[in-house]
């Protein structure tokens, strides 16, 4: 049996999951707004330690939620709704009203085109401070070049996934804030298409949980780690490459002014051999993790020939 989804009727059964940590006067009003445009989801509230009324309003809006015995964090929120969600299509979004829930069709209209991930990629002037449209903007840019692909918003938390394909990476996930770009990393890395839905984000209701210096040098740190996991080379590389030359000009310029080869000159040409081999070690690595993923991802387009 079809149901309609913002216009987009489809026969897959579909969970829309929302992590939440003290945001009763934002599920107020957004639980309401969703279970008017799509009846037929089922939607579960992932409750990471609350201390207000979330859990609360859930029930009287006789959503699912699902609680934990303390904080937890925003990506192990995911996780548990991951876990628990029925539908074989996931939607995930914040619980502080940035998202409007009408975009959600668009999003699962890419699904519906073959895509396995769709992103709500936020318009620019929509959603944040000057500063924290740069800090994205780096990281997308970033991203871009580790995975070879454009991606135009890598920190977003709106997206809609197939859910046998995102619970193959849940082991990946960190239980920080950092849960967008570990999977549309991943994802990428595995071959699944991603696409990328312009939409506006509205202000958030409540205060943001995020740290801005603490959470962005570990959105920076954990870029680096999958960007060394999804592409050493792209990594080791330019690394590798730079110790090089370094060495060679030190080398010229010791040449030129003592007559000879010092030590230090060696040092970075071997620091630069070493970094190359442990950027071929990491590619094997690489390789090897995702052997299983890109055999199961070999299955699925067999059968669907079939």
Known sequence: MSSLFGGW????????????RNEAPGLERLLPELRRLYPGAEIVVVDDGSTDDTAA?????????????????????????????????????DADGQHDPADIGRL????????????GARVVGTHASTGRRVA????????????????????SGF??????????????????FSYPTTSTMAFFRSGLPVAYVSVRSHRREGESKIRWFHDGVRFLVIILKIGALFSPMRLFLPVSAGLFG??????????????????MGAVLVLASLFTFLMGLVSEQV?????????????????????
Request: include cysteine.
């Open 136 to 155: 994205n903007a780096l990281y997308n840019r970033l991203a871009s070049f580790m995975t070879g692909y454009r991606i135009e918003d890598l920190t």
């Open 159 to 176: 997206r809609a996934v197939r859910a046998r394909h995102f619970r193959k990476f849940l082991y990946l996930l960190p239980n920080g």
């Open 108 to 119: 699962l209209e890419r699904l519906d085109e073959g895509y396995e991930m769709a992103v």
């Open 246 to 263: 370094i060495g060679l000009l030190y080398y010229g310029y010791t040449f030129l002014t003592q007559g000879r080869f010092t030590n």
């Open 9 to 20: 009727r489809t026969k897959e059964r579909i969970s829309i999951v929302l992590p939440a």
């Open 57 to 93: 309003v859930c029930r009287a809006n006789e959503v699912r939620v699902v609680s934990h015995p303390y904080s937890m964090g925003n990506g192990a929120a995911i996780k548990t709704g991951a876990r628990v969600a029925k539908g074989d299509l996931i939607v995930f979004l």
């Open 286 to 306: 690489s390789s090897l993790h995702y052997k299983a993923a890109d055999t199961d991802q070999r299955r699925t387009v067999r059968e669907a020939a079939e």
